[in-house]
């Protein structure tokens, strides 16, 4: 974990990891989470209690409690006590949906961006956020870049954006008078993947996303791994194949060159000579175009290779994948499971690998997931 991440853990109030550890695993008994916290039962149910006063925390229906051999009833967080806006910037499109505590999607709505001027940007999330707002005040909204962050305030780096050093949290605040918190897409959607989606439960796993870039992302010790080098894309220059296609920085076969959206079409429009959308390649493929099938059984068994090496090198059992351009596995599954087996000692465990089908919204429901986290402390002790 960063830095941040572990000074923010280490003063977190008693109160915030209660609210916390009910957010992650809730319903969730008592004695389950006094364990958990390392509290005394008494000790929880004092804490709990201005929780459930406030509206934070619910008791659900009644359980046996098999430690203690009675009825019981396992807190749970209100979700909809909360409401969060998460908004995913592109290079030309900002999409925002509304959220509650856990992240579920609410209403949502999309606007092109007029340019890449901070001032135009922080127009359009204003005024995605006065149409998807609603009698209930946000809580605080995530935004979530390609690129670099730092203190979830600055985007230091954005390269679809073309920004460095850019103020954006300072920017909307200034609009909409509600806290901020700006994060790197990929580590929001491994933190939404991890609180709420299809790695909550699990301790360490990877989050390999496919579209316009390939990005990397990695659950250790049930937390979210931020560097400062976080946004810079390692992962998406990854050499896969010595025989593959060039990147646009001229590395022969690597992730981003077998992998990414521009990438994949541009390869089909070469051997067709003629221009081809996304769409249409896996419209192709799907028809038996032999030039649209090879280009993406090549990105199955890519795709393959890079799981199977996040899989080696981070030691994880469970890979999530998500992203826009995964429509290429319809046709090249098979292609991917034989790459991964192929990289693979026969003696380690078959990996899990799952992925989401949410589509380009999820991105945003990350942005809103890192606002929920980092404003459970104020959320918690405010009650």
Known sequence: MSSLEAAERRYRSPSSELAREVLIHGPILRNVLAQRLGLSLATLTRLARPLLDGGLLVEMTEQLDGALGRPAKPLDVRADARQFLGVKLTGDTAVAVTTDLRASEGRRAERPL????????????????????????????????????????????????????????????????????????????????????????????????????????LVMHDQVVSTSEAGLGLGGHFPLDPNGPLCFLGHRGCSTAMLTIPSIRAQVEVALARPVTYTEVLELAESGNPVALAVLSAAGTALGRLIAAVANLAMVEHVVLAGEGLGFLAVSRSAMDAAILADRDPDARPLDVVTDASGFISWAQGAAAVAIQRTMDTLATSL
């Open 114 to 217: 007029p340019s890449h001027d901070l001032a135009d940007v922080v127009t359009v999330i204003v005024e995605l956020a006065r149409e998807l707002a609603n009698e209930q005040e946000f809580s605080a909204i995530g935004i979530s870049v390609g690129g670099q962050v730092s203190d979830n305030r600055v985007v230091d780096r954005a390269p679809f954006l073309g920004w460095r050093g850019v103020p954006l949290a300072d920017a909307v605040e200034a609009q909409l008078d509600v806290p901020v918190i700006v994060e790197n897409d990929v580590v929001a959607l491994a933190a939404a993947e991890h609180w709420f989606g299809l790695g909550r439960g699990f301790s360490n796993f990877a989050v390999i996303t496919v579209g316009a870039g390939v990005g990397y992302g």
